[in-house]
């Protein structure tokens, strides 16, 4: 998935010591004068427009910033040396970044109550622009008012897992009484054989296939724009699909806008048909006997004898008062049950028959 650079916006960062919301780029804060601290974490403002000043755009340009290793001021990514003292930032710590701050949106700026006279001001203000004084005492603003998520069920969780573990052991039940059983003696009373055989012809069979794919000789029906696969790069015949944009912090009071982006490449799609050999009638025979035969289908111009002949062979039992019926494909099997032959009849717990012995 490529990722698509929309433009930078400014981040803002809450100053501990007085509350007050400062731009990104300022070092200080405006309310108090307390300096940004190290360990600070940008945020994103409500209204997030697109930087388009100059000299703001050469502060992303230059990286994240760094932070003297002797006095912690704060300096652009492209300085040699502190600004504050002099020391080489060779050895300084440049500031976090690639962290997803959230989602790009545009809207209306959040708007702070002064608690000295009541006047809406923008939450990046630092004084009152009615009376001028902080607004770093109580300040309400609309990005910072709580949401409570709704605590995750610990009894909900319990239920599931009990409903796992009764799953778990109704299948391992099942499977301990089926296969159990228990011999009894049953005679043979009756029987019966069914044998079948398939009659095919060549008839137009439908598929669905990219169109270059579709095999020599076949008749396309119908054909659409599908998308084939997706990529990161764009390709002949697609198109772009990109997600919510959003923004990562650069490490300098910005955050970058980009778009994970990808490439729906599509193709044609179509409907064919081909002729293949399908199964068009059956020609089935049945007896009670014990000398299965197998039927003789007259063909019809165009058709052949399939392959897939079966042969299904039943015999009946009674043990006291109950009949088990016992299926096989093995004809030796079934000539061997001779009426009123006994036989060892294998029950399971659920009282089906599961196997037979002479």
Same mark, same amino acid.
């Given at each position: 998935?490529?990722?698509?650079?929309?433009?930078?916006?400014?981040?803002?960062?809450?100053?501990?010591?007085?509350?007050?919301?400062?731009?990104?780029s300022e070092?200080?804060?405006?309310?108090?004068?307390a300096p940004?601290?190290?360990?600070?974490?940008?945020?994103?403002?409500?209204?997030?427009?697109?930087?388009?000043?100059? !000299?703001?755009? #050469?502060?992303?340009?230059?990286? %994240?910033d760094?932070?003297?290793?002797?006095?912690?001021?704060?300096?652009?990514?492209?300085a040699?040396?502190?600004?504050?003292?002099?020391? !080489?930032?060779?050895?300084?710590?440049?500031?976090?970044?690639?962290?997803?701050?959230?989602?790009?949106?545009?809207?209306?700026?959040?708007?702070?109550?002064?608690?000295? /006279?009541?006047?809406?001001? %923008?939450?990046?203000?630092?004084?009152?622009a009615?009376?001028?004084?902080?607004?770093?005492?109580?300040?309400?603003?609309?990005?910072?008012? #709580?949401?409570?998520? #709704?605590?995750?069920?610990?009894?909900?969780?319990?239920?599931?897992?009990a409903?796992?573990?009764?799953?778990?052991? #109704?299948?391992?039940?099942?499977?301990?009484?089926?296969?159990?059983?228990?011999?009894?003696?049953?005679?043979?009373?009756?029987?019966?054989?069914?044998?079948?055989?398939?009659?095919?012809?060549?008839?137009?069979?439908?598929?669905?296939?990219?169109?270059d794919?579709?095999?020599?000789?076949?008749?396309?029906?119908?054909?659409?724009?599908?998308?084939?696969?997706?990529?990161?790069?764009?390709?002949?015949n697609?198109?772009?699909?990109?997600?919510? %944009?959003?923004?990562? !912090?650069?490490?300098d009071?910005?955050?970058?806008?980009?778009q994970? /982006?990808?490439?729906?490449?599509?193709?044609?799609?179509?409907?064919?048909?081909?002729?293949?050999?399908?199964?068009? !009638?059956?020609?089935?025979?049945?007896?009670?006997?014990?000398?299965?035969?197998? %039927?003789?289908?007259?063909l019809?111009?165009?058709?052949?004898?399939?392959?897939?002949?079966?042969?299904?062979?039943?015999?009946?039992?009674?043990?006291?008062?109950?009949?088990?019926?016992?299926?096989?494909?093995?004809?030796?099997l079934?000539?061997?049950?001779?009426?009123?032959?006994?036989w060892?009849?294998?029950?399971?717990?659920?009282?089906?028959?599961v196997?037979i012995?002479?």
């Amino acid at each position: 998935m490529a990722r698509k650079k929309i433009g930078h916006v400014e981040l803002q960062w809450t100053c501990p010591n007085c509350n007050s919301i400062n731009p990104g780029s300022e070092e200080v804060c405006g309310n108090c004068g307390a300096p940004q601290p190290q360990d600070v974490q940008f945020e994103q403002p409500t209204n997030q427009e697109l930087i388009t000043d100059p !000299d703001k755009l #050469a502060q992303v340009e230059a990286g %994240p910033d760094i932070h003297c290793p002797y006095c912690g001021t704060r300096n652009p990514g492209s300085a040699e040396i502190c600004k504050q003292c002099g020391g !080489d930032l060779i050895e300084g710590m440049k500031r976090e970044s690639g962290r997803v701050v959230g989602a790009y949106t545009v809207g209306p700026t959040a708007t702070i109550t002064c608690p000295h /006279c009541g006047e809406e001001n %923008p939450e990046t203000a630092s004084n009152c622009a009615n009376c001028g004084g902080g607004l770093g005492e109580e300040i309400i603003t609309e990005k910072q008012s #709580a949401v409570v998520s #709704a605590p995750v069920s610990k009894s909900r969780i319990w239920i599931i897992i009990a409903v796992v573990a009764i799953l778990v052991l #109704a299948c391992g039940a099942f499977l301990f009484f089926s296969t159990r059983t228990n011999p009894t003696t049953g005679v043979v009373e009756n029987v019966n054989w069914e044998r079948s055989v398939p009659v095919e012809a060549l008839v137009p069979v439908e598929y669905k296939d990219w169109e270059d794919e579709i095999p020599a000789g076949a008749v396309i029906e119908t054909c659409s724009e599908e998308v084939r696969n997706v990529q990161s790069e764009s390709a002949p015949n697609s198109v772009e699909v990109c997600g919510t %944009p959003y923004t990562v !912090d650069t490490g300098d009071g910005f955050a970058e806008v980009v778009q994970d /982006c990808e490439y729906e490449v599509y193709a044609t799609f179509c409907n064919f048909t081909v002729e293949e050999w399908s199964v068009v !009638d059956t020609s089935v025979l049945t007896g009670d006997d014990y000398s299965p035969i197998w %039927p003789e289908p007259i063909l019809e111009t165009g058709q052949r004898i399939g392959e897939e002949q079966g042969e299904t062979y039943k015999i009946i039992f009674r043990s006291d008062d109950k009949t088990f019926v016992y299926s096989t494909e093995d004809l030796n099997l079934f000539q061997a049950a001779q009426i009123g032959s006994k036989w060892t009849l294998n029950i399971n717990t659920f009282g089906s028959l599961v196997s037979i012995e002479q």
